[in-house]
């Protein structure tokens, strides 16, 4: 089997085993409706008696929060916490024994959730949501282009910040602060929670520099026409491979300080 093959392996067999246990996606659709119709709300507020705020438009505002919610429920996964527990049950050392790149056998698993949340979670999610709110589409076919190809550079981006975090357990053996820490950075740092143009500006300079706004932010202003599709993939292009290059070098010093006990 290539190399190719035994990645494409840990995904499909990810993927096998969230379709047996898909009882919970079910329940997300209801969690992310409600998540979207607050933050709905909260947008109404904001834009009463307002044309525009942020460069957004009201109709443009609720897109935006629908659309960031929607690819929150693709993009995520619990790589940082599985990684973590591997590491401080001495579940690792066997994960070594594989002929198989660690890091790489843990993106292609979350690459296998990422398609069973794509396939039965968030499209699911997409046409609720679009059947109850008013969205506007893509700004055009380049923009709905440039809106996918985001979506799945902004999996990779936030896979590697989450393996980033995982990968700290070696050193630290408890990750959960550095987890919350993450979490609450994407989210709000990134744009799920609030577009980034209604930050100030001097707070914009200082997020453009930051991977989260690669994760939410890039990928949706885009779809809006309010970013430059080839600067907007660029961006997040250059994140991926900065993070790439970040779980390689992290992984080396890991191999050299893991210490695995009992047995």
Known sequence: MT????????????????????????IGIGSYFIYVSVYAARARAIYQGKDQVGGLTPLEGLTYVAVAWVLRSLYTNPLDREVTEEVR??????????????????????????????????LPAAVLIALVYPLRPPAGPLAAAGFLAGTVLAFVVYSQLNLLVGLCAVFTEHTVGLQRAKNAMVDLLGGVLIPLTFFPEWAQAVLAWLPFQAVTYTPVAMYLGEMNVTRGLLVQTVWAALLFVLVRVLWRRAL??????GG
């Open 3 to 26: 190399d190719r093959g035994v990645y494409w392996g840990f995904a499909r067999l990810r993927f096998a085993d969230l379709i047996a246990t898909r009882t919970r996606f079910f």
């Open 89 to 122: 049950r001495g579940d690792i050392a066997l994960s070594l024994l594989r002929p198989v790149d660690y890091p790489w056998s843990r993106l292609a698993s979350a690459a296998g959730e990422a398609l069973v949340r794509a396939v039965i979670f968030t």
């Open 256 to 261: 050299g300080q893991l210490t695995v006990q």
